[in-house]
Nanobody
Framework: VQLQASGGGLVQAGDSLRLSCTAS????????MGWFRQRPGKEREFVAA????????YYADSVKGRFTISRDTGKNTMYLQMNSAKPEDTAVYYC???????????????????????WGPGTLVTVSS
C-alpha cells in the first residue's frame, strides 16, 4: 500500500499550486484522508482533512480560506488546492489516510497524526517572497 504525493515545486507568493495524493495497493475511497506539512525546523502539523464521505472538510486556521481539500474517488486520488501561497507555506507536504473505512470522528480528531495509518513520503513546496 502506497500513498504518493506530487505537485510540489517552487512558486512565488500569491501564486497557486495543486498537490495530488494517489493511492495504490488498496482503495481509500471511503476513508478519512488528510494533508500535513512540516516546515523547516518545525514539527509536522495538520493542514486539512476530508471525511470518508467527502461531505465534511477541516482546515488549520493558517490555511482556511486559501486551501481547499477534495477527492476523486474514481481515481483514488486526493487533492490540495493551494491559493494565495505565502512564504510561510514553505514545507514538505504529506498525505495520509485512515486505515479504517467509513469512520466518523469528532472534529478535533481529524487534526491528530495518530488517526492516520498510512503516510506518503511527502512533496516539497517552496514559496518565494
Amino acid at each position: 500500500v502506497q500513498l504518493q504525493a506530487s505537485g510540489g515545486g517552487l512558486v512565488q507568493a500569491g501564486d497557486s499550486l495543486r498537490l495530488s495524493c494517489t493511492a495504490s495497493g488498496r482503495t481509500f475511497s471511503n476513508n478519512v484522508m488528510g494533508w500535513f506539512r512540516q516546515r523547516p525546523g518545525k514539527e509536522r502539523e495538520f493542514v486539512a482533512a476530508i471525511s470518508w464521505s467527502g461531505e465534511y472538510t477541516y482546515y488549520a486556521d493558517s490555511v482556511k480560506g486559501r486551501f481547499t481539500i477534495s477527492r476523486d474517488t474514481g481515481k483514488n486520488t486526493m487533492y490540495l488546492q493551494m491559493n494565495s501561497a505565502k512564504p510561510e507555506d514553505t514545507a514538505v507536504y504529506y498525505c495520509a489516510a485512515d486505515g479504517a473505512a467509513r469512520r466518523t470522528y469528532q472534529a478535533n480528531n481529524y487534526r491528530q497524526r495518530g488517526l492516520y495509518d498510512y503516510w506518503g513520503p511527502g512533496t516539497l513546496v517552496t514559496v518565494s517572497s
